[in-house]
């Protein structure tokens, strides 16, 4: 009896250093990402009344130049294109319907900071590696400064993910860029 007991007593002790362990792994940093906001500028745009404008001004002299020049094949050419461009946009004039990476490293201060690359399990199983999504979550553009991993991991280039988040790289409002991380020699 006293050997189950015993059996019992290291079997709840180890699961509980084990679960300590995990929860601290859990928590630490696999590195970071720096980010600092962009540098203000102006850029003359046009509205989109203005573009509607510019298209209907555009429809305007079509019409006049196929009317001067009187060829029925012409304007017939011309009315499909016009009807195909106005199904295509319909069609295409929806909400996407895909949904979002999971953000896992986030750039939050608007004044910029180091982002906290987070602990994955996939680090430490199966080929050792991770794809994290980065995701400029403030009202500004931000430009990464600074990519970083601790030692014993490695960045490689994420195939199949576009952008890949580089020094330099400059993110709008709520886009994302992503960081592939390789574990190359730390035990799990």
């Not at 709840?12 to 990402?33: C, I, P, R, Y």
């Amino acid at each position: 009896m006293k050997q189950v007991m015993s059996r019992r007593a290291r079997w709840s002790a180890t699961a509980m250093v084990g679960l300590l362990v995990a929860q601290g792994a859990a928590a630490q940093s696999m590195g970071s990402l720096g980010y600092a906001p962009l540098a203000a500028s102006n850029v003359p745009t046009a509205s989109e009344w203005a573009l509607i404008g510019m298209a209907g001004l555009l429809a305007v002299v079509a019409y006049y130049a196929l009317r001067s020049q009187g060829g029925r094949t012409l304007k017939v050419l011309a009315a499909g294109l016009l009807a195909c461009a106005s199904l295509s946009a319909a069609l295409w004039n929806r909400p996407a319907v895909a949904g979002m990476a999971p953000v896992e490293i986030v750039m939050d201060q608007p004044t910029g900071g180091l982002a906290s690359i987070p602990h994955s399990v996939d680090l430490f199983v199966g080929d050792r590696f991770h794809v994290y999504t980065a995701q400029n979550l403030t009202d500004r553009p931000q430009r990464i400064t600074s990519v970083s991993v601790n030692t014993g991991l490695m960045l490689i280039e994420p195939t199949g993910f576009t952008p890949e988040c580089t020094v330099g790289l400059v993110l709008q409002p709520n886009e994302m860029c992503y960081v592939s991380v390789h574990n190359d020699g730390i035990p799990g």
